[in-house]
Every structure is written in C-alpha cells, then in structure tokens.
T-cell receptor, first 113, second 111 residues
C-alpha cells in the first residue's frame, strides 16, 4: 500500500550529537514537509520541499537541516544547535493540484538522554 | 496574522451523546480547510477538505461544515472508537505551500 514511512519510531539524542530522522514516501508526491508537535500545541512547520533539490525554511527551522536528493526521501537532521529537541516529529507529503491535503507518517519521538 | 483556533481543548462525552467541535479561523484568504483525526502516538489521518462556505462533507458519524469564519465537526451518536484528537488546518492564498494547524480538540467517548 502507498504511504509514508518514518523511522525510527523512537530516538534518543546525547548532548552535542546530531541525529537524522528518516522519511520515505511511495505516493509519488512532489511536496514533502517536516513538522514538530509539542503537547498542547499545533503542528509547527520546520522545513518543506516542493521539488527535488529544493527546500524552504518553515517557521522554526533554526537548529534543523534537510536534504531532498530523491523525490521519495526527505530526511531531517536535528543538530546540536537545537537546544530543545524533545518532541514528536511528523513528516508529510502532498500531491499536485491545490488545495491538496497532506498525508502523514506515524512520527518519530525524539528524547534527550 | 493568519490564525486557527479550536475549541474546546478537550471534550468528554457519553457514548451516543452527539456534539460539535469548533474551528474558527482568521486568514487573509481561504483556499481550503482540512479536518484530521490523530490517535495517540500516530500521525494525523486525513478526514475532509472543505473549499467554500456552505459546503458539507460526511463520513460515518462525522459531518464537517464550513462558514466564512468557522468550521464545525459534528459527531452524531459517537462510539468509544471515535476517541481521538481532531485537528483543523487551513491553507491560505498568501502562502502556496503552508498549512496552518489549530492545536486540536481531544475527544473522549465513555462507554
């Protein structure tokens, strides 16, 4: 079945360490997104990409980086510069035409050791 | 500033007790409004898209409606399996790619 796969489901980061969250989709969607979800808050956009080899900062990009080398993959790196990385991270994709809903993976929960 | 507000934050109902969730929005120009369901530890699951005032969409016990300022998600005779957080999101004309999410309503249905 088509969908979005995020891995790992749980991730632990040590102080000063960079970690990378994986997001793969087989929906043939052009656009992909990364969100952060904190308790009691709405989803906040970190980065998005509308096409391969191009991406834009969202509302809270500081301390994060992304790449988009393949249409189906959009990994997110949480760098040591992100001082409060503990959160639930969600990856989404959407197809062409507007407005298209975003379809989400099942998230990665990142915690600090 | 574009904004989406959902109310109430939490709602507890008895099985079979119908109610409505509210999503009010203040945006520069609405391209579409989305409703999602999110279970604990999972990603949001898409439910509906509404494009213009007066539009309604239905799915099982859920019905979504849209006015120029707000959307309602009506739940009729809910069952315990309808317990989840319901998220509302809007796409606006001022941003081709951004969707603005509300903080959600946590719905709990007691058997």
């Amino acid at each position: 079945d088509g969908g979005i796969t995020q891995s790992p489901k749980y991730l632990f980061r040590k102080e000063g360490q960079n970690v990378t969250l994986s997001c793969e989709q087989n929906l043939n969607h052009d656009a992909m997104y990364w969100y952060r979800q904190d308790p009691g808050q709405g989803l906040r956009l970190i980065y998005y990409s509308q096409i391969v080899n191009d991406f834009q900062k969202g509302d809270i990009a500081e301390g994060y980086s992304v790449s988009r080398e393949k249409k189906e993959s959009f990994p997110l790196t949480v760098t040591s510069a992100q001082k409060n990385p503990t959160a639930f991270y969600l990856c989404a994709s959407s197809g062409q035409g507007d407005p298209q809903p975003q379809h989400f993976g099942d998230g990665t929960r990142l915690s600090i050791l | 500033e574009d904004q989406v507000t959902q109310s109430p934050e939490a709602l507890r109902l008895q099985e079979g007790e119908s109610s409505s969730l509210n999503c009010s929005y203040t945006v520069s120009g609405l391209r579409g409004l989305f409703w999602y369901r999110q279970d604990p530890g999972k990603g949001p699951e898409f439910l509906f898209t509404l494009y213009s005032a007066g539009e309604e969409k239905e799915k099982e016990r859920l019905k979504a409606t849209l006015t120029k300022k707000e959307s309602f998600l009506h739940i009729t005779a809910p069952k315990p399996e309808d317990s989840a957080t319901y998220l509302c999101a809007v796409r606006v004309y001022s941003s081709a790619s951004k969707i603005i999410f509300g903080s959600g309503t946590r719905l709990s249905i007691r058997p």
